[in-house]
């Protein structure tokens, strides 16, 4: 299983930007996903989430101002992320995770940086 993040990139404070992250299997396979991000040193810190039925959610600090979503179709997941801060600069990584026969699996991608500048 492969999961590819894109849409990071810079931006000024305020303005906003759409990650994506996209599988290589049917994103309904995935009993939940999510969005994570990690600072250089830091821990990895959970940002939002959304079960195969679509029921999110969010760490305080995005509440109001990052959504999450997905297109089954498309097998693609979004965070719609504004009124960005530079306090939201990281690595976002999505992660899905599945659980068979008592086991649960779980996937990540590679990341991909957003830089919010002041």
């Known amino acids: 299983v492969q999961l590819v993040e894109s849409g990071g990139g810079l931006v000024q404070a305020g303005g906003s930007l759409r990650l994506t992250c996209e599988a290589d299997i049917p994103i309904g396979t995935f009993d939940n996903m999510a969005w994570y991000r990690q600072g250089t040193g830091e821990q990895r810190e959970l940002v939002a989430s959304i079960t195969r039925e679509g029921r999110t959610t969010y760490t305080d600090s995005v509440k109001g101002r990052f959504t999450i979503s997905r297109n089954d179709t498309k097998s693609r997941m979004y965070l719609q992320m504004s009124s960005l801060t530079p306090e939201d600069t990281d690595v976002y990584l999505c992660?899905?995770?599945?659980?068979?026969?008592?086991?649960?699996?779980?996937?990540w991608g590679r990341g991909t940086q957003v830089t919010v500048s002041s």
């Open positions: 992660h899905a995770d599945l659980t068979i026969w008592l086991k649960e699996l779980e996937y």
